[in-house]
């Protein structure tokens, strides 16, 4: 499996070494700089569900909560550092300027609303911390609509894992392969709205 292949043996070892804690802390680390894919440590902690080694519900949770944990960290350092911070350390951080631009456009845009839904898709959710950080969001928001996003994205690969069992890696990346959809639907939905939105406001006037 192309997207789980690499270092999936030490993410499964890992997990059935440490449990619980080992979950939250991979996807602490996937939620920064370092390449840890939330697919194959969410899918294979579902495999282990299936397997009855663990529970559903406590392994979303972990995930959840290690991943808003890595995303505060990353949310930290840029509201620490400011816009100057990501202009002179940003490509350590594997940051772009059209990706970075786009994200802070986003936030700018949407607010709040952004680092919740963004937590639903792999890259977006890599590139929220910044912007947020650089406005000094309120960390107390922060922390929560990170959270409250990352639940269904961490129980979705779970669940995926759990059903497929034995299959889960190709079940997982199945999912992984559709985030791309579901983030062209989201995108699509978000420009209808505020069209509709702003084609129903001069009628109301």
């Not at 390449?35 to 949770?61: E, K, Q, R």
């Not at 997982?172 to 579901?182: N, Q, T």
């Amino acid at each position: 499996m192309s997207f789980v292949e690499p270092g999936v043996e030490l993410i499964e070892q890992f997990i059935v070494a440490i449990g619980y804690p080992g979950v939250a802390m991979l996807m602490a680390l996937d939620a920064t700089i370092l390449p840890v894919p939330s697919a194959a440590v969410m899918g294979f902690a579902g495999y282990a569900c299936y397997t009855g080694d663990m529970n559903i519900a406590i392994v979303t949770l972990a995930g959840a909560a290690g991943s808003t944990a890595g995303s505060m960290l990353m949310y930290a350092l840029t509201r620490w550092g400011g816009r100057p911070f990501l202009d002179r350390y940003g490509h350590y951080l594997g940051l772009k300027g059209d990706g970075l631009s786009r994200a802070e456009a986003w936030f700018e845009r949407y607010g709040d609303t952004a680092v919740l839904i963004s937590q639903f898709f792999p890259v977006v959710r890599d590139l929220i911390p910044f912007p947020a950080g650089v406005a000094r969001m309120d960390v107390r928001r922060y922390a929560l609509y990170s959270f409250l996003g990352s639940v269904p994205f961490c129980g979705l690969l779970a669940a995926a894992g759990l059903m497929a069992g034995p299959a889960w890696q190709e079940a997982v990346e199945l999912v992984d392969r559709y985030d791309l959809v579901l983030v062209a639907v989201f995108c699509a939905g978000l420009v209808a709205y505020y069209a509709a939105m702003k084609w129903k406001a001069p009628r109301q006037a």
